[in-house]
């Protein structure tokens, strides 16, 4: 059984930077890992995706400005938020594959698992 406990969100100014972190119970193995976002209103959207060998994936809208990375050893998903836009604040999950992927995927229905979200507002 897998579970995903997020941490790191907070209030921060336009511009600022916050990393959060997604701390997996259980199997943490070759599949892919995401983070997705889901504002008041929104549809959740996929934010990046990073496979076992560290390639990653991630939305346009969040290219150059945010970086995932996992540590296996530690069995912990990150997302550093840098130069943070009002528009990036929302609920940010944590979520685990099914199966092994090559480089990442923002296709929602391939994750199982989820974690219960971090809040980030950004002013």
Not at 6 to 31: N, Q, T
Not at 95 to 112: I, Q
Request: glycine share 10%; charged share 20%.
């Amino acid at each position: 059984h897998v579970q995903l406990v997020e941490s790191g969100g907070d209030s921060v100014e336009a511009g600022g930077s916050l990393r959060l972190s997604c701390v997996v119970s259980g199997y943490f193995s070759k599949r892919c890992m995401a983070w997705f976002r889901q504002a008041p209103g929104e549809e959740r959207e996929g934010v990046a995706s990073v496979d076992d060998s560290e390639r990653a994936t991630y939305a346009e809208f969040v290219q150059g400005r945010f970086t995932i990375s996992r540590d296996s050893a530690r069995n912990i998903l990150s997302l550093q938020m840098n130069d943070l836009k009002p528009e990036d604040s929302a609920m940010y999950y944590c979520a685990d594959g099914v199966s092994e992927c090559y480089g990442g995927t923002l296709w929602s229905p391939y994750y199982k698992y989820w974690g219960q979200g971090t809040q980030v507002t950004v002013s």
